[in-house]
């Protein structure tokens, strides 16, 4: 995945108490009489109510001795491997139903994380799916397939197996020592020589093995290496070394290491099978994604919310696009920005296309007119309680930046227009001729897609290409952090428990 940008009227808690739907978008006028159904009449007698069995559980298996030696093996390389531990566990000592139980709770780490529902915050707006490891590790324990039950064990996406490979990839780097810091010089630029050009050439070398580690001249492999980090940390491939390039350079190895293990387990949150056409936004990169199966499509880049008015992570399905959307604003955005500047500059509000709509009870609340919308010309619903969204913008010089968390939690897209005909182009009513000249009327409609499609906002600060490439980004909203306190908590309280 890769970075995408901005306009800062978007808004996500903001959101929450504002309109979701345009006052430009009307419904068929309702008979103020309700009218009631009739009532339901059995047209069979009605049978006695089924009382369902209460299933026993079912019993833990019973293990050879060569079973327990070998699946106290795995368990402990695996969970090292799964980023669950830094070194083996000691697992030898346990035997019968306690190896069997450290088995399944081990299962359930790797599967489906290791938070209770009670740990999550109210903007981390994903569940992992149930799950009982019991059945098929009894299955594996009959037919004597342990190795294969604790392989089947990880989420099944490539993007996943991609950080257990730079988990790996990265603890060799820290047993070797990590990497050297790279100190602010005058030195670091095309042609420059020195003890300084010479630190950064090593420290770039750990991550990227087509530099040579040798030399203390900044030539154009140098150059060209510098670049390539800054594309890996989300900066501007200028390829200046400036401070931030400096201070993603100097980051520890060990904290690199931490986001990878706190975006695996992100990763064991999402459901075991995903829909083969989806989007995908990573909030932290900034960027949106459509996929096919697991192969990317398109992307583009985006704007999401900035620290304090994050862009939370959700699941839901896109099932329609506003064209030529209205934009009701949150009273809380009104009350911060908009109310101060007109009584700053008087005629504000009028110049900017926006409404005073009398509401009941005497109270006010603004509407800018679809021409003039902060939305833009698209705005992509999906249900979800936070009111957030999927839209255009008229500000397009956001996206040029390369820090593009800046709304105030909806999604600004830099190319709204292309994904609402890839999302339309099934729909028989929204022909690429039908939402042109929907477009240039400017009325307001909302458009039904045939084939609702799922959507995912993600939080990835670490991630990797197919050929193992690590990238990383800050932790704006300080997530990994969080993720990793809330584990570390969660276990000592199991640990408590057990004792």
Known sequence: MKAITDHRLCFA????????????????????????PPPVVPTVPMAAPMVQPILAPLPLPTLTAAQESELARLLARDAVTQGLKDREP?????????????????????????????????????????????????????????AAWVASLPPPYAGYDTLVAGLARYRKIAANGGWPIVAAGSDLRMGGRGPQVAALRKRLAVEDSELSASGDSFDPALLDA???????????????????????????????????????????WLPTELEKNRIQVNIAAAVLTVFDGDQPVTSMKAVTGRPGDETPMLTSTIHSIVLNPPWNV????????????????????????????ETEGGGRRLQQASERSALGRFKFDFDNPFAVYLHDTPAQSGFANFDRLASHGCVRLEKPEDLARL?????PDWSAGQIDTTLASGKTVRARVADPVKVYLLYWTAFATPNGTMSFREDPYKWDGVLANKIAARAEASQLAAR
């Open 330 to 357: 949150p009273s809380s955005i009104a009350d911060k920005e908009l109310w101060p500047k007109e009584r700053a500059n008087p005629g504000y509000l009028k110049r900017n296309g926006f409404r005073v709509i």
């Open 226 to 268: 510098v670049r390539r980090a800054q594309r890996r940390y989300g900066l501007n491939p200028a390829g200046q070394v400036g401070a931030q390039t400096i201070a993603s350079l100097n980051v520890p190895v060990g904290e690199r290491i931490k986001q990878i293990k706190a975006n695996m387990e992100r990763w064991r």
């Open 423 to 427: 999302l339309l182009r099934t729909t």
């Open 90 to 146: 000691l697992l030898g000592a346990l035997s019968g139903p306690a190896l069997v139980q450290a088995a399944l709770d081990h299962a359930h780490a790797v599967r489906a994380g290791r938070l209770d529902t009670a740990d999550f915050q109210k903007d981390w707006a994903m569940r992992p799916q149930s799950y009982d490891p019991l059945p098929a590790f009894r299955d594996a324990v009959a037919k004597d397939r342990l």
């Open 13 to 36: 808690r903001a959101l929450r108490r504002a309109l979701f739907a345009g006052a430009g978008l009307t419904l068929a006028n309702v008979a103020s009489a309700q009218v009631l």
